[in-house]
């Protein structure tokens, strides 16, 4: 028979020394919680208690066993003991509580930011704005401003210059440059072309000016370029269709 070591000997006798302490402690709880005033005893539910009773006893069992194996059969019994005690509830439930959270500390209060609005109100009513802002600026234009309709006119006299209406200018001045099928066809189709390939080349979602460079860039260049070409038809264009400065020839130029 070999001989128990001196170090598993003293933990033998200090799990039985502490064995039998925590055995006396529930008498002496119990004897306390019966000289305790009725009022605390009530904030504790009954299934509470009968559980933290039923877990202390099955600990005080674990460690007796702990202390009565000695030798080789430590290691088992302190396994034994190291397995979680199961409590059971009402109704024979096993429960387990863990922690009680409040509810106001797992609520977000913050509201997250998004980047998208609804057509309505949000758009049409500014839509609605606008409309309703640009017809009375046509109205108020229409008092002060007159435009009267102009004679019949005359198939045996050619006005000079025979200009065409303001939005049509631009191609009549590239007609003066280019042949007609490079200045009403290629030109306009290559700006038309690149305003739709505008969306497709940059794709950058921001809505702030200084992101989106290149579009903005693209979509001015293309409305400077057609303004300046109306501008010289309108007021530098005259008889002949030649150019002329308006403040020597006067204007040939109608609305």
Do not use: C
Request: aromatic share 10%.
């Amino acid at each position: 028979m070999t001989e128990i070591p001196e170090h598993l000997r003293k933990r033998a006798e200090a799990a039985r020394e502490k064995a039998a302490e925590q055995a006396a402690a529930p008498a002496e709880e119990a004897a306390a919680e019966a000289a305790a005033p009725s009022g605390e005893a009530s904030r504790i539910p009954a299934h509470l208690l009968e559980r933290a009773k039923s877990a202390k006893s099955k600990g005080a069992a674990a460690e007796t066993a702990v202390a009565t194996a000695g030798g080789g059969g430590v290691a088992t019994a302190v396994a034994t003991a190291a397995a979680p005690p199961l409590a059971t509830g009402p109704g024979g439930h096993t429960q387990r509580l863990l922690t009680v959270v409040k509810a106001g500390s797992i609520q977000d209060l913050k509201s997250v930011p998004v980047d998208k609005v609804h057509t309505w109100p949000h758009l049409l009513a500014v839509e609605f704005v606008a409309s309703l802002l640009m017809f009375a600026f046509v109205m108020i234009f229409s008092i002060f401003m007159n435009a009267p309709l102009l004679a019949l006119a005359n198939i045996n006299s050619t006005p000079n210059p025979s200009k065409a209406p303001w939005y049509f200018l631009g191609l009549q001045e590239l007609l003066t440059m280019f042949h007609p099928m490079v200045a009403g066809v290629t030109i306009p189709g290559m700006g038309i072309f690149l305003l739709i390939l505008a969306p497709y080349i940059d794709r950058n979602p921001s809505n702030k000016p200084e992101d989106r460079k290149f579009a903005i860039s693209l979509f001015t260049v293309q409305l400077m370029f057609w303004a300046v070409l109306v501008i010289i038809g309108s007021f530098f264009r005259g008889p002949g269709f030649n150019f002329v400065a308006p403040w020597t020839a006067g204007l040939f130029f109608e609305l």
